[in-house]
Nanobody, 120 residues
Framework: QVQLLESGGGLVQAGGSLRLSCAAS????????MGWYRQAPGKQRELVATITNGGSTNYKDSVKGRFTISRDNVQNTVYVQMTSLKPEDTAVYYCAAGDGSWWSNGMKYWGKGTLVTVSS
């Protein structure tokens, strides 16, 4: 099992920045990729960004150029630096981790989420 603990959410004005962190613990040797997802009120959860053990990244089109995902393999932590935030970025942000089959089967482990609110 893998446990994920997010931190860094909060209230920010439009145009501002936030950095979310996610610390992984447990059977971290099984992790092949980690990522951030978000769910806005009344909407389905959606991918924000993912990063593999090899450092390959993938982003939702609407956050490209504004969000940057990174990971510290020593600290077993993944980050997402969010800049130029918009009200439509308001959501609960979830950290996720996947094993070797994550690309086909999806992420296996999920954090409890952290709320990001962007005011206009």
């Amino acid at each position: 099992q893998v446990q994920l603990l997010e931190s860094g959410g909060g209230l920010v004005q439009a145009g501002g920045s936030l950095r979310l962190s996610c610390a992984a613990s447990g059977s971290i040797f099984t992790i092949n990729a980690m990522g951030w997802y978000r769910q806005a009120p009344g909407k389905q959860r959606e991918l924000v960004a993912t990063i593999t053990n090899g450092g390959s990244t993938n982003y939702k089109d609407s956050v490209k150029g504004r969000f940057t995902i990174s990971r510290d393999n020593v600290q077993n932590t993944v980050y997402v630096q969010m800049t130029s935030l918009k009200p439509e970025d308001t959501a609960v942000y979830y950290c996720a981790a996947g094993d070797g089959s994550w690309w086909s089967n999806g992420m296996k482990y999920w954090g409890k989420g952290t709320l990001v609110t962007v005011s206009s």
